[in-house]
């Protein structure tokens, strides 16, 4: 990094889902193919114990289809197609195609998806792998990977991300401030923004000195990052 500013790490949410499917291989692609430094996914369990890349329990907005995956089994899950044609990924594909190209960031959906999660992660100990979640429950639990707590509340969550072992806090981005930011770094703990809508939040996180951005635009954000560079003196 230039003096006086930092690296800011671009993470695509959901893959380049401004692109192509949410959650799907091809947004995966996509994004790696447009240099973002990770992929942020969803990690939830079929009613057979199988875990699968995607945010909602419901398959109707994505798929169109009427079923739940907390209800389903995998074989009736795979017949539902998202808007590409994709299948819904089952989440070890996704960690053996990408998890030796770039970061991921895996939000836990459900206590089921964590235990494949933790066992993938541990099973590449050689790359970044990183579990997120709301719920401290869930993280408390998970002790063989890098985690990650995320945040949209009032208030401070660095006091119960260092309870939990933690070394990242991801927060909504209307949450944040130079204070949180500050008593983050002092605790050792990393801070990305989620939830970012336009110009003025990406301005805010690089002047925030933030350690990256979790976003649907992967392309906008590094050029933007390119000609406003994150300070580092938060």
């Known amino acids: 990094s230039r003096a006086g500013f930092r690296a800011m790490l671009v993470i695509a949410h959901r893959g380049a889902s401004s692109l192509a499917p949410e959650n799907s291989m091809e947004a995966f692609e996509r994004a790696v193919a447009l240099g973002a430094d990770g992929i942020e996914l969803d990690a939830r369990c079929t009613s057979d114990g199988a875990a699968v890349v995607l945010h909602d329990d419901s398959l109707k907005r994505t798929t169109g289809a009427k079923l739940k995956v907390s209800k389903s089994t995998l074989a009736q899950l795979r017949g539902a197609k998202l808007a590409n044609g994709e299948a819904i990924p089952l989440l070890r594909d996704v960690v053996e195609r990408f998890a030796a190209r770039t970061r991921l960031v895996i939000e836990l959906k459900s206590?089921?998806?964590?235990?494949?999660?933790?066992?993938?992660?541990?099973?590449?100990?050689?790359?970044?792998?990183?579990?997120?979640?709301?719920?401290?429950?869930?993280?408390?639990?998970?002790?063989?990977?890098?985690?990650?707590?995320?945040?949209?509340?009032?208030?401070?969550?660095?006091?119960?991300?260092?309870?939990?072992?933690?070394?990242?806090?991801?927060?909504?981005?209307?949450?944040?401030?130079?204070?949180?930011?500050?008593?983050?770094?002092?605790?050792?703990?990393?801070?990305?923004?989620?939830?970012?809508?336009?110009?003025?939040?990406?301005?805010?996180?690089?002047?925030l000195g933030l350690d990256g951005v979790i976003t649907d635009v992967v392309s906008e954000a590094k050029e933007f990052f390119v000609r406003h560079p994150a300070s580092s003196q938060k």
């Open 111 to 207: 206590l089921s998806a964590k235990r494949e999660a933790e066992r993938l992660a541990a099973s590449n100990p050689a790359r970044i792998i990183i579990l997120s979640s709301f719920d401290g429950t869930d993280l408390a639990t998970v002790k063989s990977a890098r985690k990650a707590f995320l945040w949209d509340k009032r208030g401070s969550p660095v006091a119960k991300a260092l309870e939990l072992g933690c070394s990242e806090v991801h927060v909504r981005i209307s949450r944040l401030d130079v204070g949180m930011v500050r008593e983050a770094r002092s605790a050792g703990l990393a801070v990305l923004a989620w939830g970012l809508d336009g110009t003025g939040d990406l301005r805010k996180a690089a002047e």
